[in-house]
Nanobody, 125 residues
Framework: QVHLVESGGGLVQSGDSLTLSCTAS??????????IGWFRQTPGKEREFVAA????????LYGDAVKGRFTVSRNANFNSVQLRLDNLKPEDSAVYYC????????????????WGQGTQVAVSS
């Protein structure tokens, strides 16, 4: 069982930065063995892949809309995953979710089996 919790969302202005965190409580498989993805969703739209990082922190993937502006990383103790959002734009406004997968990192949300409740990011122009 993996229980994920996101934090760090908020209301910011265009061009600002935020750092989101994903922490977990797990029974069985440790968090530092899980590949973690970030997705975002706005009302009426499909969930969009943002970024992913593998269990070792060595491999990452980014969605085209955020490449070069967002950075995903794992902390030194491997007990949380951060998503740094730089140069935010109004179109980045969404609920951001982290999710875990035991498969390799992927852009496909169907591969992720555990999801957090999300954290809201709102960017004003």
């Amino acid at each position: 069982q993996v229980h994920l919790v996101e934090s760090g969302g908020g209301l910011v202005q265009s061009g600002d930065s935020l750092t989101l965190s994903c922490t977990a409580s797990t029974s069985g498989r440790p968090f530092n063995s899980l590949n973690i993805g970030w997705f975002r969703q706005t009302p009426g739209k499909e969930r969009e892949f943002v970024a992913a990082i593998n269990w070792a922190g060595r491999n990452t993937l980014y969605g085209d809309a955020v490449k070069g502006r967002f950075t995903v990383s794992r902390n030194a103790n491997f007990n949380s995953v951060q998503l740094r959002l730089d140069n935010l734009k109004p179109e980045d406004s969404a609920v951001y979710y982290c999710a875990s997968t035991t498969y390799g990192i992927t852009t496909y949300s169907e591969a992720y089996s555990n999801w957090g409740q999300g954290t809201q990011v709102a960017v004003s122009s």
